[in-house]
């Protein structure tokens, strides 16, 4: 069984930087699409990045482009969201997630995704 662990979340002031990390288990984990998703308070799920198997094309959110690096190491079976330059907005609870997803196109959308982790918590301070 799949098993994705979110770690790394936090409180963290306005213009500071958070590293997200996601560990994955169970399955081939390098051939797989992963991505990152965030929902705030009363706000629908939004994408904010994926990352191709091999690292090789990453996509993201327009407003996170420039601030937010995602980043994979498939010997490690592990994702990463790097974010800089945080504001109060991006407060929300962060889930990475995982799909056999063959087009850049689809990325996009919670849908094609299989597998999630439970998300971690965070939180800028104005």
């Known amino acids: 069984q799949v098993q994705l662990v979110e770690s790394g979340g936090g409180l963290v002031q306005a213009g500071g930087s958070l590293r997200l990390s996601c560990a994955a288990s169970g399955r081939t984990f390098s051939v797989n699409t992963m991505g990152w998703f965030r929902q705030a308070p009363g706000k629908e799920r939004e994408f904010v990045a994926a990352i191709s198997w091999n690292g090789g094309n990453s996509y993201y959110t327009d407003s996170m482009k420039g601030r937010f690096t995602i980043s994979r190491d498939n010997a490690k079976n592990t994702v990463y969201l790097q974010m800089n330059s945080l504001k109060p907005e991006d407060t929300a609870v962060y889930y990475c997630?995982?799909?056999?997803?063959?087009?850049?196109?689809?990325?996009?959308?919670?849908?094609?995704?299989?597998?999630w982790g439970q998300g971690t918590q965070v939180t800028v301070s104005s």
């Open positions: 997630a995982e799909g056999q997803i063959y087009y850049s196109r689809n990325y996009y959308y919670p849908k094609n995704y299989n597998y």
